[in-house]
């Protein structure tokens, strides 16, 4: 129990107080007692002191009457002997000290002794003064006596007179032993009622005593535990023991409320936890819950060396499904794929695989080793491979057929990471790695990968903010017409000169930009400065009026903003004329997002600007696409222009497409013509227009400028 100044300790001073006041009180009252009690004490021994006195004077003035009148005439005749006799007989009565008898002069007739030796002598003591001149009976008392003294007379003739001392002693002494009885009996009535009152105390005591303890136990201890079970529940240990009470009053109440409310808090936070914990879509765990799981198994396999494989799987393409179909479609392709991942875990991966959407279109599997002795390389392996097929699969969204595939990674433990963050990191590497080397495959995790996608991420960082550094600027390659073999315009070709690492490959840089999400920013940037160069030639070269320039624009720049209003802007701001822009697409753009991008691109060649596909040949399009998406013209792929004169099948193909093109309305450009032959061979054939190293390396704008002049 801990110390403190609670209900408890509250109690206890309370009784203190109470108690301490009870003492007060009864001191007083004891002591006002025991005032009355001598009060009353001395009250009664003084009436006893008045009554005995006053019996004593009574029959002394009685005795002294009576004796005085048997005097008269012994006193008259001077009869000694009858005076003596009379004389004795009173002192023979109790309490009488003395009598003496005397004449009108105060000398002592008699005092009742044989002798008497005091006879004649005149009466010297205190009271003998008052008593010659009495004339009726006289009383004078002090501590030890009472003196009765009466006068004799005959007639009017004073003869002399009598006293009778008594002795008080008698009457002290009983009043001294009825006094100490009564201080006795006081005392004992005193001390009964003493001992009533520490009786009362003891109860009293007795009775907080026995509150106290049942204020502990009906209060304070049910309270200490609600409020233990609080704090309990506070840190989130919900087992906590709330105390159940059968009790029908106000604290039972309070204890069913507390337990009813701690079964809410629990049904609570089962329900924020499931919230939190699955995905909404799919109902699989997600990445919080993924995270949490991994972050368990691997500190558990820290210890037991228990391996494990984690399998980042991505569906390739997905994006497309979002664009073309819809959301709703989307929803149900990630719905269908991860029950094909769930059929195929139950199937093949065994007990304890864990399956989580990560969100987006990501899925990831925790694949646990059995034990010692477990290949678990080769069982992801095989994992991997089934899922790869079964999600290759074609699916039927809106009575639709999709063919979407999926890319994994895979990242073992302990093998390639050792911690949860460098797993799930490698894990992500290796599926990108997988996508890079053409999707719908898997790939593992090697330590190679690191440094390529390193590379990369310092490659992004550099590539952040080069424009404005003046680190890219643009090379045109001129274009010639085959006809007249007359320039006819530029393709701008974008170029990097990396502070350090001096040209950086567009192949690589391009690649990394639409990656990363940079070339939205660095496409308008190349547009415009396009347009402005090609201005600024038609307007200083006579012979330039007519050229146009060609720009080449990525998937994703494509499909970021509204590319239609861009061009405008740009085209007004350089003043350069519609016809006199080319965009260059690649087939990649315009797949996926056919409606979309042939509404804009409609909207682009309504105003005048020409759109060639770029790289014609190498995607799966295929020359029927082209019916469906409004081009002006194609351009063939190098790779194909270099082999015209050596393989007849790249002849026969590049001639078709020119057939294809022209009866389709539209021109052809080839590209990479590196000799002569090629050049040839290609205007033979029919082809509008070329470009390539032979007619001309990309330059810079001076450069170019100086070939125009
Ligand atoms: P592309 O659009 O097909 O550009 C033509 C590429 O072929 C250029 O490579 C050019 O230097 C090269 N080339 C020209 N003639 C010959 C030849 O006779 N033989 C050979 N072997 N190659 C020749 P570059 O400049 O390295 O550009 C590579 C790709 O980067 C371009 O391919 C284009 O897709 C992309 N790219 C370049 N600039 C931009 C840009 O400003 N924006 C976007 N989105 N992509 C760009
Ligand atoms: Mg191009
Ligand atoms: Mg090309």
């Given at each position: 129990m801990k110390l403190r100044y609670g209900l408890h300790a509250r109690f206890v001073l309370l009784a203190g107080v109470v108690l301490l006041a009870s003492l007060v009180l009864v001191a007083m009252v004891l002591h006002r007692q025991n005032r009355a009690q001598h009060d009353v004490q001395a009250l009664s021994l003084q009436s006893m002191h008045d009554l005995a006195s006053n019996r004593l004077l009574t029959r002394g003035e009685a005795v002294a009457s009576q004796v005085a009148d048997s005097l008269v005439n012994p006193l008259y005749y001077f009869d000694l002997d009858a005076i003596g006799a009379t004389i004795r007989n009173v002192l023979r009565?109790?309490?009488?000290?003395y009598v003496l008898v005397y004449d009108t002069e105060g000398r002592?007739?008699?005092?009742?002794?044989?002798?008497?030796?005091?006879?004649g002598q005149s009466m010297s003591d205190p009271f003998a003064f008052e008593v010659l001149s009495i004339t009726d009976i006289h009383v004078q008392s002090n501590e030890d006596l009472m003196d009765i003294a009466a006068p004799i007379r005959l007639g009017d003739q004073a003869l002399g007179g009598v006293r009778i001392g008594y002795s008080l002693a008698s009457v002290k002494a009983d009043e001294t032993q009825i006094g100490r009885r009564m201080s006795d009996r006081l005392d004992e009535i005193g001390r009964s009622q003493l001992l009533w009152l520490a009786l009362l105390l003891a109860g009293m005591l007795a009775l907080l005593v026995a509150f106290g303890f049942a204020l502990q136990r009906a209060l304070v201890a049910p309270v200490r535990q609600l409020a233990d079970a609080a704090r309990e529940i506070e840190a989130g240990?919900?087992?906590?023991e709330v105390p159940a009470s059968a009790r029908r009053d106000e604290v039972g109440d309070l204890m069913r409320a507390f337990a009813h409310m701690r079964d809410s808090i629990v049904r609570h936070d089962r329900d924020i936890r499931r919230m939190a914990y699955t995905?909404?879509?799919?109902?699989l765990s997600n990445r919080l819950a993924f995270r949490e799981l991994l972050d368990q198994r691997v500190t558990e396999g820290n210890g037991a060396a228990r391996p494990l494989a984690l399998l980042f799987a991505d569906v390739d393409d997905f994006k497309r499904v979002n664009d073309t179909i819809g959301h709703d479609a989307g929803d149900e392709v990630l719905m269908q794929f991860s029950s094909r991942i769930r059929d195929v875990i139950d199937r093949q991966?065994?007990?304890g695989a864990v399956l989580a959407r990560f969100g987006g279109d990501e899925f990831v599997v925790l694949l646990p080793g059995t034990g010692p002795g477990d290949d678990i390389r080769q069982r992801a392996d095989r994992l991997a491979e089934l899922l790869v097929r079964e999600l290759g699969r074609p699916i039927t969204v809106h009575g639709r057929q999709v063919f979407l595939g999926i890319s994994i990674g895979i990242a073992l433990f302990p093998d390639d990471a050792t911690d949860v963050s460098a797993l799930m990191k490698n894990g992500d590497i290796a599926m990108y790695q997988a996508k890079v080397a053409g999707k719908n495959c898997h790939r593992f995790y090697s330590r190679v990968m690191d440094q390529a996608v390193e590379r990369r991420v310092r490659m992004e960082q550099d590539l952040r903010g080069a424009w404005e550094r003046g680190e890219l600027s643009l090379a045109y390659q001129p274009v010639y017409r085959l006809?007249?073999?007359?320039l006819a315009g530029a393709e701008a070709l974008l170029r990097w000169r990396h502070p350090e690492h001096g040209p950086v490959s567009p192949s690589l840089f391009i690649d990394v930009a639409e990656q990363s999400g940079l070339i939205e920013t660095i496409g308008p940037q190349v547009l415009r400065a396009a347009c402005m160069d090609a201005r600024g030639w038609q307007r200083d070269f006579p012979?330039?009026?007519g050229l146009f320039v060609s720009v080449n624009v990525s998937p994703r720049q494509l499909r970021a903003g509204d590319m239609a209003a861009q061009v405008e802007d740009v085209l007004r701001e350089s003043?350069?004329?519609?016809?006199?822009l080319h965009i260059e697409l690649t087939e990649t753009a315009v797949i996926g997002d056919e409606l979309r991008v042939s509404s804009l691109l409609a909207r682009l060649r309504n105003s005048g600007v020409k759109v060639w596909l770029d790289?014609?040949?190498?995607?799966?399009?295929?020359?029927?696409h082209l019916r469906r998406v409004p081009v002006d013209g194609v351009k063939i792929d190098r790779s194909f222009v270099a082999d015209v004169l050596r393989d007849p099948d790249d002849l026969a193909l590049t001639t078709a497409i020119i057939a294809m093109a022209h009866s389709l309305g539209i021109h052809v450009v080839a590209e990479g013509v590196e000799k002569e032959g090629q050049y040839a061979i290609l205007r033979e054939r029919g082809c509008d227009l070329a470009q390539g190293f032979w007619l001309?390396?990309?330059?810079?704008n001076q450069e170019f400028s100086r070939l125009l002049a």
């Open positions: 009565q109790p309490d009488v000290s002592v007739i008699h005092d009742g002794s044989q002798d008497i030796a005091t006879y240990n919900f087992d906590a995905d909404a879509l799919t109902g991966a065994g007990e006809g007249d073999g007359k012979g330039a009026r003043g350069l004329a519609p016809q006199h790289d014609f040949g190498t995607g799966f399009s295929g020359l029927s001309g390396h990309p330059m810079s």
